[in-house]
């Protein structure tokens, strides 16, 4: 699984963006589609998760606190794409934002980096206060 990441930019605080992934290799209805973001100078840290199909508590996408509200997680299996729409964008929300997709099983977390093999190279954010 090959993934693209594009979407970002600079935004003015208070601002949306929409990231975008594309995947390739192989079709996105069996994996977990996740966003990351990095920011200098510290740990790459979960954004948020859609699944393959909805858990056991009916819910498909979870979020970081500081995401819930603000972020909206969806895919497009047909056009083999996850985006992240962002909105009230504040300046620590500056990172580098990742894509990954790991195949869904039941002992996954989702939200820990190091299960996921599959990553795109990482699209930039940039908030100005």
Not at 8 to 23: I, M, N
Not at 105 to 124: F, I, N, V
């Amino acid at each position: 699984v090959q993934l693209q990441a594009s979407g970002g930019g600079l935004v003015q605080y208070g601002g949306s963006l929409r990231l975008s992934c594309a995947a390739s290799g192989d079709t996105l209805s069996n994996l977990a589609l996740a966003w990351f973001r990095q920011a200098p100078g510290k740990e790459r840290e979960f954004v948020a998760v859609n699944l393959a199909s909805t858990d056991w508590s009916g819910n498909n996408a979870y979020y970081e606190g500081f995401a819930k509200g603000r972020f909206i997680i969806s895919r497009d299996n047909a056009k083999n794409t996850v985006y992240l729409q962002m909105n009230s964008l504040k300046p620590e929300d500056t990172a580098v934002y990742y894509c990954a997709a790991v195949p869904s099983r039941p002992s996954l977390s989702y939200t820990e980096a190091r299960e996921y093999p599959y990553w795109g190279q990482g699209t930039l954010v940039t908030v100005s206060s």
